[in-house]
């Protein structure tokens, strides 16, 4: 599906104070905002299970993008589905994500990805003047290695 930037960029969100560096809790306005070639963005709900089991594991994904140098071509985003901006920056706080935490209380980012249940992992590639999804997995605790293999630029 090919969403143009000006749709991903959608503000009226919780405010986050003007954060909006890398572990912080953003808001929807900063929803890809990125010179990067593919987002990654991690679906999450702050009282799911195997999303939390998920976290360390997207992390991990991080943490490779970063040491392998690829840090300024890929971008991460985590975005709660159906979360305040409290329950975001919880979960951003509880673990220790390293890349801006959104919240999506009205499902505004999520519902542009289907319906879905979280924990949900994807990956977007820019095409022309927007995104397209070419990766999607429900399964985030996969190998950082495998799915690198599968989003890298």
Not at 34 to 60: E, I, K, L, R
Not at 80 to 102: H, K, Q, S
Not at 107 to 125: D, E, H, Q
Request: hydrophobic fraction near 40%; include cysteine; aromatic fraction near 10%.
């Amino acid at each position: 599906m090919m969403l143009g930037a000006a749709v991903l960029l959608v503000a009226g969100c919780a405010s986050d104070g003007g954060a909006g560096a890398t572990g912080s809790t953003a808001s929807q306005a900063q929803f890809l905002r990125t010179n990067a070639d593919v987002a990654v963005v991690d679906f999450f709900d702050m009282y799911c299970h195997s999303c939390q089991t998920a976290a360390p594991h997207v992390n991990d994904l991080h943490a490779l993008v970063q040491k392998r140098g690829l840090g300024s071509r890929i971008a991460f985003y985590a975005v709660g589905w159906g979360n305040t901006a409290m329950e975001a920056d919880l979960y951003r706080t509880r673990f220790d994500v390293p890349f801006p935490v959104i919240p999506d209380r009205d499902l505004t980012i999520s519902s542009r990805y289907g319906k879905f249940r979280p924990p949900l992992l994807i990956a977007l590639r820019r095409e022309g003047g927007g995104w397209k999804e070419f990766y999607r997995t429900t399964d985030p605790t996969a190998s950082p290695e495998a799915i690198l293999d599968k989003i890298r630029p």
